[in-house]
């Protein structure tokens, strides 16, 4: 989470990030943290959500996404 300071990050840098290849991410993460409103897509990447931030016990940055 803190590798990108909050800000948009496109889905291969996230697949990266995670050790899985990015049609993994697309199809089977992705939609299941964006039910759980944790993640968001936005024009520039994908940002996960205050909700993500507070399950997770962490600060979210400053100007996080809402959702």
Do not use: Q
Request: glycine residues 14%.
């Amino acid at each position: 989470v803190s590798d990108f300071g909050g800000g948009p990050v496109g889905l291969a840098e996230l697949a990266s990030a995670l050790g899985e290849y990015p049609d993994a991410v697309a199809e089977t993460y992705e939609p299941f943290l964006m039910r759980l409103r944790f993640l968001v897509r936005t024009p520039t990447g994908r940002v996960a959500t205050p909700a993500a931030y507070e399950y997770l016990g962490l600060p979210g940055p400053s100007g996080a996404a809402t959702g």
